[in-house]
């Protein structure tokens, strides 16, 4: 059946021409023409045919041509052209999205060109110089709001402008190069520009715009260099299939890769989107976690602490340590340290508070989304008004590197709905808040000389999070933010990818934000390239596997990790419970023992050297170890759980029932009871063991879960004397009692 959307589709088409099924996918593209009717890509569309037709059969003649190869990329790149072209002419007409709007309008009005915007925004910005010249008073206020309105409207024009241009020629290539080139232009306009630019190859394939994005990371501007490198990820992941087809876009990635400047930022950019993976997970914990137990806490505080010592004047500088105890019992203390600690490695702990804060009328314009951060911008330029005030508060919203440019523009349209006494208390405060963070930046900027270049990335990162999540039309636009974690594994990334020290970086993010799949990838490409693969390597590929429930793999992996880095205890705590969970207790004994070497005081190994012998059989030599466990911690209940059962299987019964009779006083489970009844069935204790095995019913919570645990512990019953003929009358027995109530 085919599928009758238009952009269903063009994305049929493309996956026939990703796997080289070129025929369907021709016949794919006839079905669009001939929906639209547009004689012109019906004739294009015959044309590839023909040429592919006359290319299989030289080629099925034997008849070699050199140029075979370059004939055949051509022809599968001009089939995504016509084929994009088709749905998009489709689109055109039928598609309500905002691109197609936007689309449809500048066909009605003939778009101003790159060059004649350079000379519109020069010329604002000679006015403003001019302007600036001007005494204070109202006459200057009001030219000022003039010139910026019109600069606005014109860059919000230039913006949709490129967002909806068609592919690029010679000439649009050499206005852009211009513009960007021009040093009259602000740096503000250009980043709008590479971000319509971006949205723009995202929206439509452009291999030509793709060479001018890559132009741009050479540029000595920070802003743009950064914003750019950040759009031509997604751009990458988004075509990764055609790659392959356009060298001269990889070849120019390559000759990057030859800068060093060029390597950091494009690494901290794929740190970034990793971290920006984590956003939705830091959100619900904030939000189902840590902000309800603040709450909770209002009234707890109230109660417990005497609220004079809050409002006290001496002392003020000292924390109450009831104020900590009460954080502590509650468990927030950890919670607010981890939020501390993830707002200090940059990860995205706001987006939750400002995703309130998008409906006002500023961002119902997707542009907006995309502008750096101006005091000067039209709809918060009241609010800075007031000489004394607004000079803090614009300092104080230039310096902080903790929000957004997004947020910063919510922030600043949230405080302009306050009332005023409310409105100069806070400013007042985050004056004040302004030079502490001043502080911590210049030591920031001491340790870390990338600071500046690190807050651009994560600050356009999370200005693109906020689009993709919650611009009003964002279902419109394919979520960047949904694409996989694949950067280790398109080619095009290669060249700075592999650097081991680049591709070591990416693992370990992968691995500490626990995307395990991506992070095993990683280090097993990093065990391959590397001259000498670090033990540390396969200890991560070990774990990963682990996590991933392929207990063979993990082990092989630890074993690797133990030839590099001998008496490892972490690894060979590992190697010893994958034998167990392989179900080869001998063989974990003998690392059991080699750790025993290392940490003889450690119960944990001292329960596990019993849980072998236990798996061997060897009841007696288990017994002593757990005896020597319960010596050492008398209160280790898991060392209770052990004799008891050990005791059971060794049919010291005796022992089994006083063990039994401490664990039922400490909170059993299901199975301390089912075991205990065990126990009273082997001393032929029938009632006693019936009311046991009741107790567990209710703890499993349904009797066919109870009836499951019975059934797995038949084959030690009958070890230990219990002629299990009888479990059939138990179980009927406990099913009349049941009846009964």
């Not at 052209?81 to 998009?88: G, H, S």
């Not at 800075?384 to 005030?389: A, N």
């Not at 664990?663 to 205990?676: R, T, V």
Request: net charge negative; proline share 3%.
């Amino acid at each position: 059946m085919q599928p009758t959307d238009s952009g269903t589709r063009l994305e049929v088409i493309h996956s026939h021409i990703e796997q080289r099924q070129l025929k369907q996918a021709i016949d794919g593209v006839k079905g669009l023409a001939s929906l639209s009717q547009h004689w012109t890509i019906t004739e294009k569309i015959s044309e590839l045919e023909t040429n592919y037709q006359y290319m299989l059969h030289y080629l099925i003649e034997g008849k070699k041509d050199p140029e075979q190869q370059h004939i055949y990329d051509k022809l599968i790149r001009d089939l995504y052209t016509v084929a994009d072209d088709a749905a998009e002419h489709l689109l055109l007409q039928e598609s309500s999205s905002l691109f197609f709007d936007k689309s449809r309008l500048f066909q009605v009005r003939t778009p101003l060109s790159l060059d004649e915007y350079r000379s519109i925004i020069t010329r604002h910005a000679d006015t403003f110089s001019f302007i600036d010249l001007l005494e204070e008073g109202e006459e200057k206020e009001r030219r000022i709001k003039e010139n910026a309105l019109a600069h606005e409207r014109t860059l919000q024009d230039l913006f949709y402008c490129v967002f909806v241009s068609p592919r690029a020629n010679a000439d649009m290539a050499a206005s852009f190069r211009s513009f960007m080139d021009d040093e009259l232009i602000p740096v503000y306009d250009k980043s709008v520009l590479l971000s319509a630019l971006t949205m723009n190859v995202l929206q439509r394939f452009d291999a030509v715009k793709v060479e001018l994005l890559l132009d741009v990371c050479l540029r000595p501007e920070p802003e743009l260099v950064t914003r750019t490198i950040i759009g031509i990820i997604p751009i990458f992941q988004t075509y990764a299939a055609r790659w392959p087809l356009y060298s001269e876009c990889s070849s120019r990635l390559k000759l990057l890769s030859d800068n060093k400047l060029f390597n950091r930022r494009f690494i901290a950019a794929i740190i970034g989107f990793i971290q920006a993976h984590e956003t939705e997970k830091i959100t619900k914990r904030l939000n189902e976690e840590i902000l309800p137990e603040m709450m909770k806490l209002s009234p707890m505080i109230g109660k417990k602490i005497n609220l004079d010592e809050w409002m006290g004047e001496s002392g003020l500088d000292e924390k109450n340590p009831e104020w900590q105890k009460i954080l502590d019992e509650t468990g927030l203390t950890d919670k607010l340290q981890e939020f501390s600690e993830l707002q200090l490695e940059g990860a995205d702990v706001f987006h939750s508070t400002f995703s309130n804060l998008k409906s006002y009328p500023f961002f119902q314009e997707m542009s907006n989304w995309f502008l750096p951060f101006n005091p000067r911008h039209s709809s918060i330029r009241q609010l800075f008004s007031d000489k004394s005030e607004g000079v803090s508060l614009i300092e104080t919203m230039f310096r902080s590197s903790l929000i957004c440019n997004s947020d910063k523009y919510s922030f600043c349209l949230s405080i302009m709905m306050m009332p005023e006494n409310y409105r100069r208390m806070i400013i007042s405060q985050l004056g004040a808040e302004g030079e502490e963070l001043t502080k911590m930046q210049e030591e920031e900027g001491v340790l870390n000389p990338y600071q500046k270049e690190d807050t651009l990335i994560k600050q356009y990162i999370q200005d693109l999070y906020r689009f993709f999540k919650l611009y009003r039309r964002r279902s419109e636009f394919r979520d960047i933010f949904s694409l996989p974690l694949n950067y280790h594994l398109i080619e095009a990334f290669h060249p700075v990818v592999l650097q081991p020290q680049h591709l070591e970086q990416i693992a370990l993010y992968y691995f500490e934000k626990n995307n395990f799949d991506e992070a095993l990838v990683a280090y097993t490409m990093l065990t391959e390239a590397a001259g000498v693969a670090k033990s540390e390597f396969w200890q991560k590929i070990g774990y990963c596997r682990q996590m991933l429930a392929d207990t063979g793999g993990a082990l092989d992996a630890y074993l690797h990790a133990d030839l590099i880095d001998e008496n490892n205890t972490w690894v060979l705590h590992r190697i010893a419970h994958c034998y167990r969970v392989l179900k080869q207790p001998d063989i974990a004994l003998n690392y059991y023992r080699r750790l025993e070497q290392f940490r003889p005081d450690d119960l944990h190994i001292q329960l596990s050297i019993g849980h072998c012998y236990l798996e061997l059989k060897q009841y007696d030599t288990a017994l002593n170890y757990y005896f020597k466990v319960e010596l050492l911690d008398s209160q280790n209940r898991r060392a209770w759980r052990s004799v008891a059962w050990c005791a059971f299987l060794s049919r010291k019964f005796d022992v089994a029932r006083k063990y039994y009779a401490q664990i039922m006083e400490n909170k059993p489970n299901a199975h301390d009871f089912l075991n205990a009844g065990h126990v009273e069935l082997c001393m032929e204790e029938n009632k006693k063991a019936v009311s046991l095995y009741r107790s567990s019913l209710e703890k499993a919570g349904s009797f066919d879960a109870f009836r499951s645990m019975l059934a797995e512990d038949e084959e030690e019953l009958q070890e230990a004397g219990v002629n299990t003929a009888i479990l059939p009358i138990i179980l009927d027995k406990i099913r009349y009692d049941l009846g009964g109530e």
